[in-house]
C-alpha cells in the first residue's frame, strides 16, 4: 500500500501542478521501497513478513498489491505476475475477510476459472433470503444480516467484464470465452461508460461514452480498429503500440464507438 499511496500522491500533485518538491521527495522514496518478500523456495510465493513462511491469513495481504493496491497490473513483466498468481493460488486463508480481495485479483491476473471460483464461494455463503455470511462455515460472530465485507461481491463480476486499472480499458479480459455475455454503460476509471457484447468467443463494437472528458487508454481486442465518432459522424483509424494499446482525446459527452477494421484481424 505505500507503493499505492506515493504513486497516488505523486499523480495528483502532478495533475494539480502542486508541490513539485514534495514530488520529487515522494518519487526518491518510491525508489526506496524493496520488493516484495518471498519465500526462499523453488517456486517462491510473497509473504508479508521477510523470511517468514506462509501462514493462514484473515486479510490476504500478499495479494493486496494486486488489489486493491493496484500496483501489480497485467502491464507488469511475466515474471512479476507468475510470481502473484503462484501466491493467489497457493495462499491460506481462514475464510472470513478476503473472498473479494482475492475474486478481483485473480479477474486482475486473468487468471482462469475466477467466474467458477467466485460462485462456489458466493454460493457456499448464501443465506435463504439472499444475503451473504462472512464465512463458508457459517456465522460465527453474527448470524443475522449480510456482512459489509461481502458488499462488493458484484465488482468481481465487474472486473470479469471490464477493467481500468493503470487508466487502461480492457473489455471480457478474463469472463470464460466459451460463454456469451454482455453489457451497457460499466463506468471505468476516467468516467467513461463502457458497453460490449462477446458472441461465441469473439468481441463486438465497444461503444465508450466520455461523461467529463480527457485521455482515453483502451486495449483493442484486433489487430486493426476504426474509431466512428458518433457527435461528428467521423472515422479514424486507431494507432496502436505494443500491448495493443490505443488512445485519444475526448471531450465530455463524446460518443465512440470501436470496432475492427477488417475481418480477420481479430487477435
Not at 145 to 155: K, R
Not at 179 to 194: C, K
Not at 261 to 265: V, Y
Given at each position: 500500500m505505500a507503493r499505492y499511496i506515493f504513486e497516488a500522491a505523486i499523480e495528483g500533485a502532478t495533475t494539480l501542478g502542486r508541490d513539485t518538491q514534495r514530488v520529487t521527495r515522494w518519487k526518491q522514496a518510491l525508489a526506496l521501497l524493496p520488493d516484495y518478500p518471498t519465500t526462499k523456495t523453488q517456486d517462491p510465493v510473497v509473504v508479508d513478513v521477510e523470511g517468514a513462511p506462509p501462514i493462514n491469513y484473515n486479510i490476504t495481504v500478499p495479494a493486496t498489491p494486486v488489489f486493491p493496491g493496484d500496483v501489480v497490473t497485467w502491464q507488469d513483466p511475466a515474471s512479476t505476475r507468475a510470481l502473484?498468481?503462484?501466491t493467489i493460488e497457493s495462499i491460506q486463508w481462514n475464510g472470513n475477510n478476503s473472498m473479494v480481495m482475492l475474486g478481483v485479483a485473480r479477474a486482475r491476473l486473468d487468471m482462469p476459472d475466477t467466474l467458477d471460483w467466485m460462485r462456489e464461494e458466493v454460493l457456499a455463503r448464501l443465506r435463504p433470503n439472499g444475503t451473504?455470511?462472512?464465512n463458508r462455515l457459517g456465522a460465527r460472530f453474527n448470524a443475522n444480516?449480510?456482512?459489509?465485507?461481502?458488499?462488493?461481491?458484484?465488482?468481481v463480476l465487474s472486473e470479469l467484464l471490464v477493467q481500468s486499472v493503470g487508466d487502461v480499458i480492457r473489455v471480457f479480459p478474463a469472463w470464460p470465452k466459451?460463454?456469451?455475455?454482455?453489457?451497457?454503460?460499466?463506468?471505468?476509471?476516467?468516467?467513461?461508460?463502457?458497453s460490449a457484447a462477446m458472441i461465441d468467443g469473439k468481441i463486438g463494437r465497444i461503444e465508450v461514452k466520455s461523461t467529463v472528458g480527457g485521455p482515453l487508454r483502451i486495449v483493442s481486442p484486433w489487430k486493426n480498429v476504426t474509431v466512428y465518432h458518433a457527435d461528428t459522424a467521423s472515422r479514424q483509424s486507431l494507432v496502436l503500440d505494443a500491448q495493443n494499446i490505443g488512445q485519444l482525446s475526448t471531450q465530455p459527452g463524446a460518443h465512440l464507438i470501436f470496432e475492427p477494421?477488417?475481418?480477420?484481424?481479430e487477435r
Open positions: 502473484f498468481k503462484r451473504l455470511t462472512l444480516g449480510h456482512y459489509t465485507e461481502q458488499f462488493a461481491a458484484t465488482m466459451e460463454r456469451d455475455a454482455r453489457f451497457h454503460h460499466l463506468r471505468t476509471q476516467g468516467g467513461f461508460l463502457v477494421q477488417a475481418k480477420g484481424t
